[in-house]
Structure formats: C-alpha cells, structure tokens
C-alpha cells in the first residue's frame, strides 16, 4: 500500500546538502556499476514498507553504494565525526584532500583539543563555513574535559557536543557503535520527500517534523547492532531487536550500511535533477514517481532577495614585512580568520592618498554568503610609494590583532577563501588582477 500523498511544501537549498550530485567525481570514482535490485511489494503494512524499504537499500549499497572513501571502513568516531562535519554544505571531492591533510596534523581528538585555534582554522581555511571549525575545536576540548578524551557513545552525549545536529549524531552514532538512529540530511530529505511523496519546503516546521518520522520509521531493525541500544533521537533508550517491527527481509541489515545507503541513493540516483529512478533500488513504490512528481517533490525554497552589501578592504603590501592582516572577531563572518583591514590610522591613509601611485583600486570581488552577497573592494597600497613610509609602517606596528605577514607564508595562515584568493594572485604576480579605476596606478 502506498503512503497518502501529504501537502505539498518546498526544500532547502543545495548548499545544505552534504554529499555530491551523481556527476560528482566523489561519487562516481567510489561507486560500483548500479545494479537494478527492486523488490516490487504487495499490499504491504507501514512496517513492511519501511523494513523492505531498509532491506533493498542495504543489498544495493553493498553492490552500488560508494566504497573506499577515506573515512570508511573505520568506526573510529573521531574520524567519523571529522567526515561528517567536513561534509556539510561541501562536496565529497573537494573534502577529501582536506580531510587527508586534517587526520595528519591532528591524528586524534586529543591532538586537535591541544592544537591552537589559529592552527585548526589555517588547516580548514578554504573549506569555508568556519563555524565548523571552531566548533569542531570547542567539541574537541570539551571531549577532553567531559569525558576524559573519549569521544561519547551516547547519542543525547554526542547531541550536546557544540556544532553537532540530530542528524549528525544520528550517522556518527550509527557508523561509528551501529546504534540505530535516524539521520536527515540535504539529500536524505529529498529522498524520503520523493519516495513517500512528502510536497512542501522542508523548511517548513511541519514538513521537516514530517520527513524526521518517516525517517525513524524506515530505519531497519536493530539485529546486528555491535553494541547495545544507546538512545533514540530524543535521548529516549534506542530501540532494540524487541522492539522492532517485522524483520521479515531485512534479518542482516546493518545500520552503517543503511545509513550509508540513504546517503548514496540521495548523491547518485535519486539527484535533485534528472534522477536516475532506473537505477534506484525502491522506484517500485516511489510516491513521486508513481504519481510523475519528482520534479515538484521536493519544493525548492521560497524564491527571497538576496541582500547585498559592498566593503573597502585595505590590501598594505610591503616589500619586506609583506601584507597587513587583521585578526576578525571570533564570532560571525570570517570569524576568527586574518583578514584585510577594513580601516586603517587616519593619518597613514591620509599620507597614502597624498602619494602619487601609492594606491591602486583593484576590482571588485562578489562573494555569496547563505543570507547575503558581498562585494569586497580592495584598495591596494604598495608602501614603498608612500610618503614618509616608515612612519606608516609602525603606526601599525604592536598592533594587537594586526600583523604583517609575508606573502610566501600565507599557507600557514587561516585566512578566508577570497582574500586567500587575492593575495596568491598578488603573489604569482598579480595576472588576472584589475584596476576599478584605469589610471589610479
Ligand atoms: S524512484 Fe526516482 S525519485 Fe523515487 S526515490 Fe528512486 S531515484 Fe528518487
């Protein structure tokens, strides 16, 4: 029996899905051929549906699903963590590297506690989404301080670890102790929208509450959990073998690979455009294909005006100390990073407008944030050409917060992706660099 079809709503934009489309070179280097393992159903419960449900997605993963990924075959849940938090809002291919470089300077939880912010933040600078960073390092040192460096079992435990989600501690506690909770991710979402024909924004309360159920209620019974029942998404003890429902199909279900499965289906066949449904493994009984809605299901997120703002940045460039950085408040944009001045002392600026081809209004860089686009305008200032130079040199010198930094160690500072950007142009010797205004030079 299929499920009712439910109101229609809209879904959340792609920059929350953590896992690549089908063309992604992440998926497509870690897939197996698809093979077509539908098992058609018949007039079956809710509970058969979701344990068929559960059981077709694990023998296709084993066949199709993605393997070989750096951050699997390991139930070290540092590791786990580490990949599941990298992987939100970024794309498998361009977290790998990263990923690699990650593990090698901190191999452990207690390594990444004990390293300095800066050093966390240079090693994640140009993954963007910087809040990841710090919490990931808040969480470290919590892990340390709270739980003697063991990273928790608890799912309420692991909930409570800062920049960690229900949906996160639900795939770290299942790959990483086999403990059976739901996940809801980008991708997870639009496939359970499709395939039990949930319509709406999944950021919509009632939507979103919607997808979470039927998230739990697919989940596979608990037969082979490596350890005992932890506790449910609401802190509430997991459910056990006992209480499952019939496990008729899906006796050797796995909850890693059922996990890993929603995560693949939702990366390959069923993309958000031109879903493979011939490849996928519960097309049968797809809501959405069953009633030609997959290209209404799931809504996309209700059209908005992205506001702009535009910002001068100071780009101070030495020949022997290098570029001017600052320091950026820990919390917010860029938080934390080294950044361009967006002001400098009144007089050097004075003394650097008076200077013939000191200053040199670069063009402008467009940088999209979720809830805003920003359009950085760099003013460069090559301070050779600055009158009385050696005194506009040291009225930022001392400087908490500011410092002078040579071009050629920029790798060793967490700066963020666009300035990054600027000053390795600078660096390579400035191709691709225009002026705003032809003439300021
Ligand atoms: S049948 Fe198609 S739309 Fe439905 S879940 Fe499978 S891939 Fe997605």
Redesign the pocket.
């Known amino acids: 029996m299929l499920p009712r079809p439910r109101p229609v709503l809209r879904i959340e934009s792609d920059r929350s899905l953590h896992l690549p489309s089908a063309n992604d070179a992440g998926f497509a280097h870690a897939c197996k051929p698809v093979a077509a393992l539908d098992r058609p159903m018949k007039r079956a419960s809710p509970q058969k549906v979701a344990c068929s449900f559960a059981a077709r997605l694990v023998d296709w993963q084993r066949i199709a699903g993605r393997s070989g990924l750096p951050w699997q075959g390991t139930r070290d849940p540092y590791r786990i963590w580490l990949s599941e938090i990298m992987l939100q809002q970024t794309q498998v291919s361009t977290v790998i590297p990263y990923y690699l470089r990650f593990l090698e300077r901190f191999p452990d939880v207690q390594a990444l506690a004990a390293a300095p912010l800066d050093d966390v933040l240079a090693a994640w600078s140009g993954l963007g989404y910087y809040s990841r960073a710090r919490c990931l390092h808040r969480a470290a040192c919590q892990v340390v301080d709270e739980h003697s460096g063991i990273f928790p079992r608890e799912f309420a435990a692991v909930l409570a670890l800062p920049g960690i989600g229900r949906s996160t501690a639900g795939a770290i506690c299942a790959f990483a102790f086999g403990q059976r909770h739901a996940i809801l991710d980008g991708n997870v979402k ?2 359970l929208a ?2 039990a024909g949930i319509e709406g924004w999944a950021g919509d309360p009632p939507v979103l509450a919607a997808l979470w159920a039927e998230s739990v209620a697919r989940l596979p019974p608990a037969v082979d959990e490596a350890d005992a029942p932890g506790v449910d998404d609401r802190g509430a003890p997991a459910v056990d073998e006992t209480d499952a429902p019939d496990a008729a199909g899906a006796g050797q279900t796995e909850i890693g690979t059922y996990t890993q499965a929603l995560m693949d ?1 939702g990366a390959g ?3 958000r455009s031109r ?3 011939g ?5 049968t009984d ?4 069953l009633s030609g809605r ?1 290209e209404a ?1 799931p809504a996309p997120r209700p059209r908005r005006e992205m506001p702009h703002r535009a910002s001068a940045v100071w780009l101070l460039l030495d020949s022997e100390r290098g570029v001017l950085l600052e320091r950026r408040p820990p919390s917010g944009i860029w938080g934390g990073l080294w950044s361009l001045p967006q002001a400098i002392d009144a007089q050097v600026e004075a003394s650097i407008r008076a200077s013939d081809g000191a200053l040199q209004a670069l063009a402008p860089i467009e940088h999209a944030f979720t809830h805003f686009r920003l359009r950085i305008e760099p003013l460069l200032v090559r301070m050779h050409r600055v009158q009385d130079a050696g005194a506009a040199l040291q009225a930022h010198d001392g400087e908490s917060g500011r410092r002078w930094v040579a071009l050629e160690q920029l790798e060793s500072v967490a700066l963020p992706a666009p300035v990054r950007t600027l000053l390795e142009t600078l660096r390579n010797g400035g191709a691709g660099l225009q002026p705003r205004l032809p003439g300021l030079s």
């Open positions: 639009r496939v499709r395939h289906l066949p069923c993309a879903p493979r449904c490849d996928c493994p519960v097309s797809c809501v959405a294909r997959i299901i």
